[in-house]
Each structure stands twice: as structure tokens, then as C-alpha cells.
């Protein structure tokens, strides 16, 4: 986490150097001389495949798996160009994972999960998860419309259920005791003009049990900005 901010902040020193050598109004310039009807890419729509760091212990993306997202940001601009910015946003994630097991709590009233290998015994089953998402955006703007969003992401978990039809049975879990509904970790979007790629790595681990079920979100997919 310490090389996370250290990275980030050596970018944002070297950015003002560069930009402020080309644009001496950078110390002048009011942030909120630009309206929010000219601020560039204050919504964004995210969707990426479903991707977890775990092991053969915990779940894994099976079938269709993925993660959606829709975010607003506002933008405090640096200089009248828009050349370099922060960005604060607010947004709604949905991740469902497609696995092949169950939920349960243990004796020690624990959270764990158990495979099933059968076909025949598993129909499916589904973990979805509801998130608020807080991202800021260190923003840099090239004049050929390249983007480079560099930027840190808090995530709360506020709701989170599992779906399953085993052997034709209906079932659903929610009681999850160690669930880590706090999560967060970096988040870099590149783009040009409205089109980016992007990724979420999230440095807290879904369960507070991370030796027994090793679950991290990982997300690279694609933002639509606009």
C-alpha cells in the first residue's frame, strides 16, 4: 500500500512541474471558473469479466461472471485547458460470481465454502454483491486526447447474497459473519476521447478469514466515460 501512495504522489509532483512550466496559471486559476456542463468524463459506465485472486480453497469465476458500474464524478480542474484535474466520484458496482459450490457457516459460526464437483447435483450458483463506490482521480489530459486516470477506490459492500439450485432446489444465503464490507485499492483508467480501459485491484480480501477463503476482486474491463 505504501509504494501504491508513494507512486502516487511522485506522479502528481512531476505532473505539476510539467504542467505549470507550460501554463503559468496554474496557481491562479480558480477550479470552479468551469461548470459542471464543461467538465469532461463526469459519468462513467464500467463493465469488466469477474476476476478473483484466491485458490483451489475459495470460489473462482465460473461461467458467466462479471462486474457493472455506474459512477459520477466531479471534477476540480487545475487550469482553464483541463489539462490536469482531480476528480471525486460516487457510484453503484454489481458483481455476480458464477462458482461451483455453497456457502455455510461452520460450527465456529464462520463463513465458509465447499465445492461441487457434480453437474448433475450443482444447477448453479451465484454470489452477488452490491457495492457504493468512492473513487478519486488524479486526471492528466494530453492534447492528442489521450487520458491517463490514476486514482485510489473505497468500496462499501451494502448488500451481498448467494442463489443456488442444487439437485433442483431453490436455495439462498446472506448470513455472511466475516464478510469485509469495507474494501478498497487502486484504480487506473487509459483512454482516448471518451473510450478507456480500466482496473480495480482491491487490497482487502472479501472474508475477514482470508487463510480459510482467499477471495481479492480484481476488475479490467471497459469505461465509457462521457
Not at 31 to 47: G, H, N, R, Y
Not at 68 to 83: D, I, M, P, S, V
Not at 109 to 135: G, M, Q, V
Amino acid at each position: 500500500m505504501r509504494t501504491t501512495f508513494f507512486c502516487f504522489f511522485i506522479l502528481i509532483f512531476i505532473s505539476f512541474e510539467y504542467f505549470g512550466q507550460q501554463n503559468n496559471q496554474i496557481s491562479s486559476f480558480n477550479p470552479l471558473d468551469i461548470p459542471v456542463s464543461k467538465q469532461d468524463d463526469i459519468w462513467s459506465v464500467d463493465f469488466a469479466p469477474a476476476v478473483w485472486l484466491n485458490n483451489l480453497n475459495a470460489p473462482s469465476a465460473h461461467k458467466f461472471s462479471f462486474s457493472t458500474g455506474l459512477t459520477y464524478h466531479y471534477e476540480f480542474n487545475f487550469t482553464a485547458a483541463k489539462r490536469l484535474s482531480f476528480a471525486l466520484g460516487v457510484g453503484y458496482y454489481f458483481t455476480t460470481l458464477s462458482h461451483r459450490g455453497v456457502f455455510f457457516n461452520d460450527t465456529t459460526s464462520t463463513t465458509a465454502w465447499r465445492p461441487i464437483n457434480s453437474p448433475d447435483e450443482l444447477n448453479y450458483s451465484r454470489l452477488n454483491l452490491h457495492r457504493i463506490n468512492f473513487p478519486l482521480e488524479f486526471r492528466i489530459k494530453l492534447e492528442n486526447k489521450l487520458k491517463f486516470y490514476l486514482g485510489y477506490q473505497t468500496s462499501f459492500i451494502v448488500g451481498a447474497k448467494n442463489r443456488s439450485k442444487i439437485n433442483d432446489n431453490k436455495t439462498a444465503f446472506d448470513n455472511f459473519n466475516n464478510l469485509m464490507r469495507f474494501q478498497h485499492g487502486p484504480r487506473l483508467r487509459i483512454g482516448y476521447k471518451d473510450i478507456f480501459l480500466y482496473s480495480n485491484f482491491y487490497l482487502t480480501s472479501l472474508f475477514r478469514n482470508k487463510t480459510q477463503l482467499p477471495m481479492q476482486m480484481v476488475e479490467f474491463g471497459i469505461s465509457i466515460g462521457g
